[in-house]
Each structure stands twice: as C-alpha cells, then as structure tokens.
C-alpha cells in the first residue's frame, strides 16, 4: 500500500536520482551577442489562429488603454478570470491563465494580482486555448488564458495603481507599487500592496410571534474597517543549459474591525417602548507568509520535469465581545476568543513527454502535509463576572498527510478532434487530537476523460466527464460562534468528503474579431453531499446529507453593438440557471442543496470613445436569493433588485489611465428572513420570524494606474 508519506518525499527522491536528471541534454547557449541572458520567451512571431488557439497581439488591446497584463486578459472575448478552487495541495487549485505557459507556483498571489504586476510591454502576445491541447497542462479546464511574455529589458520598469474610496463619511486609500528588474542575470519583480476597505451599515430587523404581530424591532449602525499590507517578491533565473529557476515569495498582516450598536424597541399596548441595547464588538487580526517556486529542465526538445515546492503558514487570532443590557440595565456578556495556526508544505513532481505530434503525456506526484491547530473559548457575564461555557470539540489539532499520483494523455487523431484522459489516485490520512480524537484514511481513484472538436474555426464542441472528490474543510472539525447572530456550529470528526461525477458539454461560437456566445449545460451526481445536520437534536454541525443531483445552464455572450450604432461598444452576458436535489435530514424531504443561488445574471457595457481617449460603461448583477437550512431555523438571504455600477475613464494624461467610478448606484437593499420553530424544524411549528433589512450606500472611487 502506498503510504501518504511515501508520496510526499518520492518527489523529492525521484528528482535527485532519476535518470533523466543524470542524461539530461544540454541546451544552447541562451545569451545574446552582448552577453546578457535573454528572458523566459524571446519576441517570436505571432502564430496563426487556429481553431483550438486564438492569437491575440498588443494592438488588438490598444482601444483598452491598457497598462498591465490583466487589462488585456479582461478584454479576452469569451474570458473570464478564475482563480480555481481553494483547497489544499497544488494540483486542484489551478486557475485558468497561465504566464509564459507555466502554471504560477503560488497560491496566495491570485492571477489578478499576478497580470497586474506585468506591464504592458513585457507581453508578446495573448493567446485563447479552446479545449485540450498537447504541451498545455489544461487540468480539465475548457477554456484558458496564455500570457506570452517578451525578454526583459536591461533597465528597470515600474507599474502603479492607486485608489481612492468614499463610503460614506470614510476615505481610504488602497494600491499597489511594482518594480521589475534585471538583477544578477535575473528577472526580479518585488511589490508592495496596500489593501483595505471601511463601511457604514444601516438597517433594521422586526421580529414578530407566531401570529405575525410585531413584538420587537432591532434598528442596528455597523462600522466595519479592514486593512492589509502584502509585500512580494518573485526571481526567475534560465541557466545556460536551459534550466529555470523561479522562487516567490509573499507577506500578509491584516485587521480587521466591527462594531455594532442594536437599538432594541418591544412592543407595549400596541405600540414601541425602548427595550435596550447590544453591542457587539470584534477584534480580529492575523499574519502570515508563502515562500514557494519550481525547477524545471528542458531534457530534450520533447520533454521537460519540474519540481514545484509551496510552504505556507497563517496565523489568526479573533477577540469578538458581546453585552446586552436591557431597559434597566445590564442583563448579559459573552466574550469569544479564537486563535488559529495553519501550516502547508507541498512538492510536486511534473514529467511531460510529447511522444509526436498527436501524443502527449503527462505523469507525476504530489505530497502535502497540512495542519490547523485552533482554539475557541467563550465566556458568559451575568454580572458576577465571566464565566467560562463548556463547548464541544472548541481546542483541536487536525493534521493531514496526503499524497497523490496521476497521469493524463492528450491525442489528437485528426486536425479537428482532441481527446484527453486522465486519472488520479489519492491517499489521504486525516488525524485529529485534542477535544476529539479521531484517525481516518481515504483514498479515491478519480478518472476523467474530454473531447473537443473543432468544428470550424468558429464553432467548438466539448464533452467532458470527471470524478471529483471534495476536500474536507478543517474548519468544520472545531467548533465556531457567531455572536451577532446568536449562532453554534459544533466540529464534527466524522465527517466526510463529498464524491461528485461530473457530466458537461459546451458549445461556443465566435463571430467577428470581438463577438462570442458559449452555451454549457453541467449534471453532477453527488455521493456523500456536505450540508448542516443536527447533532445529538441540539446542536448544527457541517455534516454528510447522503445522495443528491445538481445542474446547471450557463451562456456566456460578448456583443459587439457596432451594428446598431454604437462604435468600439460590446456588451458582456453571464447567465446561469441552477437547481439541485437533497434529502433533508430533518424533515426527511425533497430539498435543494443549501446555500446554492438557482439564478444568476450579469450584464457588462463598455464603450470607447478614441478620438476624445475617455471610454465609459456600467455593469449590473442581479439580486440572487439563496437558502439556509438548519435544525430550529431556516434562512433566506435576498440581494433584492440587484446591483448597479458605472464609471468613466480617460487616458489624456500621457501615461496614465484614471477612472471614477460609483458602485451600488440602487443602494441595494439586502434582506434576510430567519424563522425559527418551535422544536424541530420538521415539527413545521412556527415560533416566530425575524426579518433583517440592511444598507450600505453608495461607494465613490477614483483609480490613477500608469508605470514609471
């Protein structure tokens, strides 16, 4: 049996002694007549669009106005940014941009923050790979995004943007600073960032009795503040012999502020008398840092291996307080205090081999070992001072040892067809100490297998099917309290990933230079779905709800309106239509899946006007409402009419680009209904509702974004 461990450290074992280390050949000289090392990928001709690839060069982007890599890639048809899934190890967490053909090998930089870092002149070319394709690591993906990069220059070149926001009476300032140099035969990058945001929240919440009369109103003000700074570094170094050598390297020290003042009225002879106040106050605040990067070699002209190494700490620490104090005075407190500590270390070993023109494999191995050690203490002041509250599962340790191995195929039998195979084998060992004490293994063979056909160069057809086996949060092994909300979840040791064959066909079209239209319908059918159960009838824990069915429909549209009048205009269509199916556990009944949006839409307008250099445009996304479901209580969350934006942009100052815009133009409303039972929720019995109302205002920013 192959042990967890074993697979952590073959990765390593396999780099030093393999023999294709040993007879690796060696490349050309990569210098230039002046000596200087060239970059990752030289000025190269663009290719010829093909119906799998679709070559983008700079000029295409140039009625953007763009100053950095990410605002080509969001000007994409048909594209849209994902970062990938959050989860553990670095195979399941690929997003759909790749730099120079490579995968980054971070996870705490996002690609949004990666292209911003790249300046307009380091890029060659953009290029859309529709489908599996041999030489690129698709991971399963349809559709992604291949900055090709030019070589660097001998002299420096720094980007900026920076950002001022108004919420309300608040004014804070967030940006970003890049410099990027040639450094000991080197391409360095380092980074600074400043994030953060503040806001003001009104609203209201009427609770009313069984009957529908009011008995209480909660009229609430919260601030909430939170502020970020991430210094970054990254190092890319191609020896002689064709070798690459990146390293990255990341910092994050973060705050994060609430606090909320509930003025409380209750009804007396049908009217509103004052009742009291609570205030709730949280302290949160956290640090850590990510040092990761990969070797690669260059074998032959056919082959390449690369060792991929992440380690990555957080720690975090929350201090949130309550006090309640009724018409007389006070009447409760509760303190919660939460520290937490989560380590990653992660290698991963890369073989890819094109055998021809119509075969490529890929195999390799991937070893992670993580770990969370967290703890939470709530204390109760009935006015004699705090007292501790026993808690279940509240201080635990939950280690993992997990290994995988895994190879794919990509053939391409004619010029129109790609099939892609794959399959994954994963052991996981799952330990855990402290309040509970717990040890479980999994392993799970997980297959996939896709097909593209590119029917013309404009229409493509894809069908894809992939077993996918969730990864189980840490989180959901301790316990948490939500004071705001009066809420328990308790840590539940047993409970298990969720097991998911995944069916999807698409279809896309793409007519003219800018205009596409992607239909996709996906059908998952799930084992072991993951929701809230009740624990020991008392409590809420995140759990295993058995059997379900999921489905979605999804178009995605970009609309050039040059046809109606409005030149350099294109309008951007996202619309998902979703439904599910699960057995409740409490009622025993037919119900979606929790916390799902069954529709979803968007509408994004741009248009620029180059002869004045201003462009101008809005997006707007509709109110989703979603449910919650849990023991005495179930939820409705609902983002009302939607939300509005709009902004105005000029490049008139050489170098630069400025844009104000306004966000939440509506002043959207969110509201959340809670109704809670008397007893179970399956009794039906209704105890009472509360009916939460909020606002946030408008918010007004003016970004300045340029290089130097």
């Known amino acids: 049996m192959l042990h967890p461990n074993t697979l952590l450290w073959s990765s390593a074992l396999s780099l030093l002694w393999s023999p294709v280390w040993i007879n690796a050949a060696q490349a050309q000289d990569a210098n230039d007549e002046d000596g200087v090392a060239s970059c990752p990928v030289k000025c190269e001709p663009t290719p010829e669009t093909s119906s799998a690839v679709t070559a983008y060069q700079p000029d295409f982007f140039s009625t953007y106005n763009p100053v950095t890599a990410l605002d080509m890639v969001r000007q994409v048809p048909g594209f849209s940014i994902s970062n990938g899934e959050q989860a553990r190890g670095f195979g399941g967490t690929a997003g759909n941009v790749l730099v120079n053909g490579e995968r980054p090998s971070t996870k705490s930089n996002n690609l949004e923050e990666i292209l911003q870092r790249i300046a307009l002149s380091r890029v060659v070319r953009i290029e859309l790979i529709r489908g599996s394709m041999p030489g690129i690591d698709m991971r399963g993906?349809?559709?992604?995004?291949?900055?090709?990069?030019?070589?660097?220059?001998?002299?420096?070149?720094?980007?900026?943007?920076?950002k001022s926001t108004l919420r309300g009476r608040r004014i804070f300032f967030t940006g970003e600073a890049t410099y990027a140099l040639r450094l000991f035969d080197a391409d360095v990058t380092l980074s600074l960032q400043r994030n953060g945001n503040g806001r003001r929240i009104k609203g209201f919440e009427d609770v009313r009795d069984q009957l529908g009369q009011l008995t209480q109103r909660r009229d609430e003000q919260a601030q909430v503040w939170f502020r970020e700074w991430q210094p970054t570094f990254s190092v890319e170094k191609k020896f002689e012999n064709g070798d690459a050598l990146r390293l990255n390297g990341k910092y994050w020290n973060w705050m994060w502020d609430l606090n909320l003042v509930r003025q409380i009225s209750v009804e007396q002879n049908s009217a509103l008398a004052p009742g009291g106040f609570d205030f709730v106050k949280a302290d949160n605040k956290g640090y850590g840092y990510e040092i990761g990067g990969d070797y690669e070699r260059a074998i032959s002209p056919n082959r390449s291996a690369k060792l991929i190494f992440v380690n990555t700490l957080r720690v975090n620490n929350f201090f949130d307080t309550s006090d309640d104090f009724s018409a007389v005075g006070f009447t409760q407190g509760f303190q919660v205090d939460v520290s937490e500590r989560r380590k990653e270390t992660i290698l991963r070993l890369l073989y890819d081999w094109t055998l021809n023109g119509r075969h490529t494999v890929q195999f390799g191995t991937e070893g992670a070992l993580n770990s969370r050690l967290a703890g939470t203490d709530i204390f109760q002041n009935l006015g004699l001072g705090f007292v501790q509250i026993p808690l279940p599962v509240s201080n635990t340790k939950v280690s993992e040892k997990r290994g995988e191995v895994f190879g794919s195929w990509v053939y391409t039998p004619t010029s129109k067809l790609t099939l892609e195979s794959g399959l994954r084998y994963e052991i996981s060992e799952i330990s855990q100490s402290g309040d509970a004490s717990r040890k479980r293994t999994f392993k799970f063979p997980k297959p996939s297998f896709s097909a593209t056909w590119n029917v013309s160069l404009k229409d493509q057809l894809r069908a894809?099917?992939?077993?996918?086996?969730?990864?189980?949060?840490?989180?959901?092994?301790?316990?948490?309290?939500?004071?705001?909300?009066?809420?328990?979840?308790?840590?539940?040791?047993?409970?298990?990933?969720?097991?998911?064959?995944?069916?999807?066909?698409?279809?896309?079209?793409?007519?003219?230079?800018?205009?596409?239209?992607?239909?996709?319908?996906?059908?998952?059918?799930?084992?072991?779905?993951?929701?809230?159960?009740?624990?020991?009838?008392?409590?809420?824990?995140?759990?295993?709800?058995?059997?379900?069915?999921?489905?979605f429909v999804n178009v995605q549209a970009r609309l050039p309106l040059d046809s109606i009048g409005l030149s350099n205009a294109?309008?951007?269509?996202?619309?998902?239509?979703?439904?599910?199916?699960?057995?409740?556990?409490?009622?025993?009944?037919?119900?979606?899946?929790?916390?799902?949006?069954?529709?979803?839409?968007?509408?994004?307008?741009r248009q620029d006007l180059n002869a004045i250099k201003m462009a101008w445009g809005w997006n707007y996304q509709n109110g989703p409402t979603f449910k919650q479901f849990r023991l005495f209580e179930k939820r409705t969350i609902d983002r009302g009419y939607g939300n509005l934006d709009a902004f105005i942009e000029t490049t008139r100052i050489k170098g630069m680009t400025i844009t104000a815009a306004v966000d939440n133009i509506l002043e959207q409303k969110n509201k959340r209904t809670r109704v809670f039972f008397d007893g179970s929720r399956a009794n039906g019995i209704v105890a009472s509702t509360a009916v939460r109302t909020r606002e946030t205002g408008r918010v007004y920013s003016i970004t300045v974004k340029g290089t130097f």
């Open 141 to 162: 993906l349809s559709r992604v995004v291949n900055v090709v990069l030019c070589e660097c220059s001998e002299g420096g070149q720094g980007t900026f943007n920076a």
């Open 464 to 551: 894809s099917m992939e077993r996918k086996v969730a990864q189980l949060n840490f989180g959901d092994f301790v316990s948490s309290v939500n004071l705001t909300d009066s809420l328990t979840n308790v840590g539940n040791p047993e409970l298990e990933p969720d097991r998911t064959w995944a069916f999807e066909t698409s279809w896309e079209r793409r007519f003219g230079a800018k205009g596409s239209v992607n239909l996709k319908y996906h059908y998952d059918w799930i084992s072991q779905a993951q929701g809230l159960v009740p624990i020991n009838n008392t409590f809420d824990a995140i759990g295993n709800l058995g059997n379900a069915t999921r489905w």
């Open 570 to 605: 294109t309008l951007d269509a996202n619309v998902t239509i979703k439904d599910s199916s699960v057995i409740d556990p409490v009622t025993g009944q037919s119900r979606i899946i929790g916390d799902e949006e069954p529709r979803r839409w968007s509408l994004d307008f």
